[in-house]
């Protein structure tokens, strides 16, 4: 009798294991439409990150061009440099949100939406600067990833694996 349950109970578990691989393995697949925006979304915040972290060793550089291209604020040498430590913080988080969601997961968003809404705060309201394409671009993108950001809870996944 004893026997009987434990091997009742070891079958049991195994089962139990087998499944828990199961779901372990099901693997969601990323649709192509977002891979594409993900790739664009990586080049465009991978070059500003770079071109940041560039800024940081030729302060003089980005101050002349920050002084040409926003005449209507007035930048110091250390605004200069702060502005482009903070572009290179927000893009390093923009890029890390985006490798996050490359590898389908949705903690991705909590990075790289509130990096970009900062960033947009930064050009508006800092450089004063409304530059609508930029900004309806960054905007459509954010909403994008939102949106997408719907099918990567993983018990909505699963739950379609297991009815399909």
Known sequence: MKNQDSVENQDSVENLMQQGTQAASIKR???????VLLIFASV???LLLVLMLAGLFYHDV???????YYPQVYISPAT???????????FGISVFGL??????KRSGIYFYIPAQIIMLIMLVFVLKSYDYTNIGIA?????IFGLYAGDMNPRKAASKSISS
Request: charged residues 5%; glycine residues 6%; hydrophobic residues 60%.
């Open 29 to 35: 697949k990323r649709p192509v439409s977002f891979t």
């Open 44 to 46: 465009f915040n991978g």
């Open 62 to 68: 980005v101050l002349n061009i920050l002084q040409q």
């Open 80 to 90: 200069s440099f702060l502005l482009t430590l903070a572009g290179a913080l927000i």
């Open 99 to 104: 490798i996050l969601l490359w590898q389908y």
């Open 139 to 143: 905007v459509v993108v954010m909403i």
